[in-house]
């Protein structure tokens, strides 16, 4: 279970990077929730950083559970080509 934020509609790229969300992150982060952002390219620095900065981070590794990895786009359709 968790929380998303469509940080996307954000004019300020540095929104992630404001002391009341990083309070909200580390909230949500204590209460042991997951916060998907959706986020535009030029968030991606910010996210970043508030990524980095949020206890339990890496958690998933210590656990010897595979972390996340972002994945390589792929164009539409997926799988082999017909024909």
């Known amino acids: 279970m968790g929380v998303r934020s ?3 509609g954000e004019a300020d790229p540095d929104y992630l990077d404001r002391p009341e969300v990083r309070r909200g992150l580390a ?5 042991g929730l997951v916060f ?3 986020v535009r390219a ?3 620095p ?7 900065g949020q206890p339990g981070r890496g958690r998933a590794a210590r656990a ?6 972002p994945r390589r786009a792929t164009p539409y359709p ?3 080509p017909t024909g």
């Open 27 to 31: 909230a949500v982060a204590d209460a």
């Open 36 to 38: 998907d952002l959706v």
């Open 78 to 80: 997926v799988g082999r």
């Open 6 to 8: 469509q940080v996307q």
């Open 42 to 44: 030029d968030q991606l």
């Open 46 to 52: 910010a996210a970043a950083r508030a990524a980095a």
């Open 64 to 69: 010897g559970r595979r972390p996340c990895r």
